[in-house]
């Protein structure tokens, strides 16, 4: 249900925009968030968006990326500026179609749907 894309090579400093599209529906509530994965290390929470919620952000991307969805609700995006290294990682789109807590948006557990993961590498 979840197609994520988007990811590539960049340099330090540089941006990207990640895509994940949530096919055949669109939904009135929802939570979608991005996690990553770096080699090595556990999958690990990015952002995520809630209807009617303010975004939410990890701190180490706080002011560098944005999160946003289409008015259909069907696309959620990523937006990645100043990327640095520590950024490299394959980034996993993730949904639920209802409002999760503010406390629980950082939870992995608590999305039901996931796309496949999309590759950032950021050279330094």
């Keep these: 249900q979840l197609q994520a894309s988007g990811g590539g090579l960049v340099q330090a400093g540089g941006s990207l925009r990640l895509s994940c599209v949530a096919s055949g529906r669109t939904f009135s509530t929802y939570s979608m968030a991005w996690f990553r994965q770096a080699p090595g290390k556990e999958r690990e929470f990015v952002a995520a968006s809630r209807t009617g919620g303010s975004p939410t952000f990890a701190d180490a991307v706080k002011g560098r990326f944005t999160i946003s969805t289409d008015i259909a609700k ?40 996931w796309g496949q993961g999309t590759l950032v590498t950021v050279s330094s």
């Design 74 to 113: 069907t696309t959620v995006f990523l937006q990645m500026n100043s990327l640095k290294a520590e950024d490299t990682a394959v980034y996993y789109c993730a949904a639920t179609w209802r409002r999760i807590v503010l406390s629980s948006v950082r939870n992995k557990d608590e999305y039901d749907f």
